[in-house]
């Protein structure tokens, strides 16, 4: 079983730079999640999704944009990349809010 | 709001022995979801164990088990005969009844042999 597939697991961007981070699931599950994960913190989402083309705003969402356009797909975007968004970014899925989230294995991504 | 505290940032652990690792959260809310994940080296986040507030009985899986004190609003995790495996990022989480989680800043654990 896949599970939750994050691409690319790592990246370098320039400051500026825009880039996409694809999350995608073969669970079937309805929810959909993007996270931030930096030192001494724990995950801060950024955006979810309730279902295929759905979004809303998480705890950190200025920055970023998302989109759910296939039930298995969740998209991370960075329009104009800055080095305050280096981070180590997950993908999570689950059947329903009060089920067990299932993560990938994260991107890391570095702006310089 | 919710929050989440993992007062602990490291612990340590003798092969073999047994390590409780704490959290506290705060809410008004009645009806809620807790949560222990593991993050190895590798960054996967396991699913540790789950606990519903509803629940008195306190969760257990194998070596793994809570103390959850809903008065008190404390969530302990407990891991009984420790591994060089267990060692990783425990972070505990809360979730509200369809709400989104909210994680603490994770507690590192050590083994030692």
């Known amino acids: 079983n896949a599970g939750v597939t994050q691409t690319p697991k790592f990246r370098v961007l320039k400051t500026g730079q825009s880039m996409t981070l694809l999350c995608a699931q073969d669970?079937?599950?309805?929810?959909m999640y993007w996270y931030r994960q930096d030192p001494g913190m724990g995950l801060r989402l950024i955006h979810y999704s309730v279902g295929e083309g759905t979004t809303a705003k998480g705890e950190v969402p200025d920055g970023y944009n998302v989109s759910r356009l296939k039930k298995q797909n969740f998209l991370l975007g960075l329009e104009s990349a800055a080095p305050s968004q280096t981070s180590v970014y997950f993908c999570?899925?689950?059947?329903?809010?009060?089920?067990?989230?299932?993560f990938g294995d994260g991107t890391r991504l570095s702006i310089l | 709001a919710q929050t989440v505290t993992q007062s602990q940032p490291e612990m340590s652990v003798q092969e073999a022995e047994t390590v409780t690792l704490s959290c506290t959260y705060d809410?008004?809310?009645?009806?809620?979801?807790l949560f222990w994940y593991k993050q190895p080296p590798s960054r996967q986040m396991i699913l540790v164990i789950r606990q519903e507030a509803y629940k008195q009985q306190n969760a257990t899986e194998n070596r793994f088990s809570v103390n959850f004190q809903k008065a008190a609003k404390s969530f302990s995790l407990k891991i009984s005969d420790s591994q060089l495996g267990d060692a990783a990022m425990y972070f505990c989480?809360?979730?509200?009844?369809?709400?989104?989680?909210?994680f603490g800043t994770g507690t590192r654990l050590q083994v030692f042999p």
């Open positions: 669970m079937n599950h309805e929810y």
């Open positions: 809410t008004s809310e009645s009806d809620y979801y």
């Open positions: 989480a809360y979730r509200s009844a369809g709400d989104k989680l909210i």
């Open positions: 999570a899925s689950s059947r329903h809010p009060n089920q067990p989230q299932h």
